[in-house]
């Protein structure tokens, strides 16, 4: 076990305790404030499969845009912040059935799938290769992309302006 | 400095902590300075003395203060958020000293080379705006929230004109790595982005107007986002008493101070590598002409230092010499002014470029 193991269940630990309290918790902002140590959690775990600009987009969309963002939501909603969220358990059992195959089919993805392990050289850094990626063989995918976060972006305007008037 | 020292220990822990301690006494030493400089400065321009009884001149009224700080009694408002408020202060300095971990003190004296280090430093900065709204929000205090709003819609406002000038850069040096773009202009001030870059022709000539046109964009943006008059909106003390850190005191308080200041040479950092050479030195190295090598990196630690002391003092005079702007005043500059001013600017920048 050497240093990188360590760090690695380090972060993996943090994600996957704090992923449980966004769920469990009563409180709203509290999932909110647990759900930026769950997005750093996964930033880390990037940053050890070596795709540096993935982890730091991670932090720079979900942890300076959404996650701000919600909390922004949540704090501006008056009578939010005090409610109570029921965090009780209701339909127990189709639920756990339902659970229960979604978790064996996701265990038998992971253990019977041919998973390629050959070592590859990882790279110095990945933002060139992904730069060049974006801009020839995935032009097409980026550029839609472009234009959905686009009309997001005038429909939220325009559904903000009409409140107004 | 991370290899010296690891070539000395062997140890990667010992080699990352002793390398992580560097950053952590410059921002002390900034904050203790800081304070200092900044009511001397006031003073100054305002036509008083300033403190004067602690120490020659004053100079020891920082340290009084701050042993003052440390004795202080814990004192915490009942009906406050007990988690949320003591977590706060620990993340908004997080968010500050995360930022000196690729931040180029000289050749050598570096965190991490990560490569995409610009970008990494913009995206820390949003742990400051959590750790912002937490204090404010577990304060239960209404002055502390309305700071903590209006400071979190400031930053992240002022992000977008920050992240444009930023972009126009990358696209023209071609990296994301700090170091690389210190790296390319090199020594003699003839050779910084302010002026041009280091390639001689046309396109330098034709880039000088532009990058002056960044530079005062960045330059107002940064200081909008270390919330600092005239932008201190935030936690104006007329309004709002303090902001977002009302209710805090002692230790606590000190570390919302502590991460202020960070910022401010964090920001002052940021500027000058962008813009004025990084750690190169203006008229070249002393070391060079003796054939000392190893003065070399001692030099480029002087002068990247000396550059962000020279935007903090920058930052202070602005202070102490403008008035407040209004929310909405404010909101206009940032989107109204800055933001398409920096669209243009990059698009001109990328054209130029391509000549």
């Not at chain 1, 005090?82 to 756990?96: E, M, Q």
């Not at chain 2, 010992?14 to 390398?19: A, D, G, K, P, Q």
């Not at chain 2, 003390?237 to 991460?259: I, R």
């Not at chain 2, 002052?268 to 190893?294: D, K, M, R």
Request: neutral net charge; aromatic residues 14%; proline residues 3%.
């Amino acid at each position: 076990m050497n240093y990188y193991d360590i760090i690695f269940y380090i972060f993996a630990l943090i994600t996957v305790i704090s992923a449980g309290f966004v769920v469990t918790t009563r409180n709203v902002i509290y999932s909110a404030f647990f759900l930026l140590f769950t997005f750093f959690g996964v930033a880390g775990i990037y940053v050890l499969l070596a795709a540096d600009f993935i982890a730091v987009v991670q932090i720079m969309v979900y942890v300076g845009g959404i996650l701000i963002l919600l909390l922004f939501g949540v704090m501006l909603t008056n009578k939010i912040t005090n409610v109570d969220i029921r965090t009780g358990t209701g339909h127990l059992l189709p639920a756990s059935v339902a659970v229960g195959i979604l978790m064996g089919a996701v265990i038998s993805i992971m253990v019977y799938t041919d998973w390629k392990s050959q070592p590859v050289e990882t790279p110095v850094t990945t933002v060139k290769i992904l730069g060049s990626l974006l801009l020839t063989d995935y032009v097409l995918v980026f550029e839609l992309l472009g234009i959905l976060l686009l009309i997001a972006l005038i429909g939220a305007a325009s559904i903000a302006r009409r409140e107004k008037e | 400095m991370y290899q010296f020292i690891y070539d000395l220990t062997g140890n990667v822990i010992i080699s990352t902590l002793v390398t992580a301690v560097f950053p952590l006494v410059n921002v002390l030493i900034v904050a203790l300075i800081g304070v200092y400089l900044e009511r001397k400065i006031s003073a100054w321009i305002q036509d008083r003395v300033g403190p004067n009884r602690v120490g020659p001149f004053g100079l020891f009224q920082t340290v009084a203060d701050f042993i003052k700080m440390m004795q202080k009694e814990d004192a915490t408002p009942t009906d406050i958020d007990g988690k949320l408020y003591n977590l706060a202060p620990v993340l908004v300095f997080t968010g500050c000293f995360a930022a000196y971990a690729a931040i180029p003190f000289s050749s050598q004296l570096i965190g991490s080379e990560v490569e995409v280090g610009i970008f990494f430093i913009l995206a820390v900065s949003s742990f400051t705006v959590a750790g912002i709204l937490m204090a404010g929000w577990s304060s239960n205090n209404k002055y502390a929230l309305l700071g903590a709003m209006r400071s979190a819609a400031q930053i992240v406002s002022y992000e977008i004109p920050t992240a444009l000038v930023v972009l126009s850069m990358v696209m023209l040096m071609g990296t994301l790595s700090l170091t690389k773009i210190s790296e390319m202009q090199t020594a003699y001030f003839w050779n910084w982005n302010i002026l041009g870059g280091a390639t001689l022709g046309l396109s330098k000539f034709l880039l000088i107007p532009f990058m002056i046109v960044g530079f005062i964009i960045i330059f107002i943006s940064t200081l909008a986002e270390v919330n600092r008059t005239p932008f201190d909106i935030p936690e104006a003390e007329s309004e709002l008493v303090a902001g977002y850190f009302t209710e805090y005191c002692g230790m606590k308080w000190a570390m919302f101070m502590l991460a202020e200041y960070g910022n401010m040479f964090a920001v002052s950092a940021i500027v000058s590598i962008l813009f004025f050479g990084g750690y190169h030195s203006p008229f070249g190295y002393l070391g060079n002409s003796l054939g000392i090598n190893w003065l070399i990196p001692y030099e480029q630690a002087f002068w990247f230092v000396a550059k962000g002391w020279f935007f903090i003092l920058v930052q202070m005079w602005l202070r102490w010499t403008l008035p407040r702007l209004r929310v909405d005043q404010l909101m206009s500059l940032c989107w109204k002014y800055l933001i398409p001013y920096a669209v243009v600017n990059l698009v001109v920048i990328g054209i130029i470029s391509l000549l």
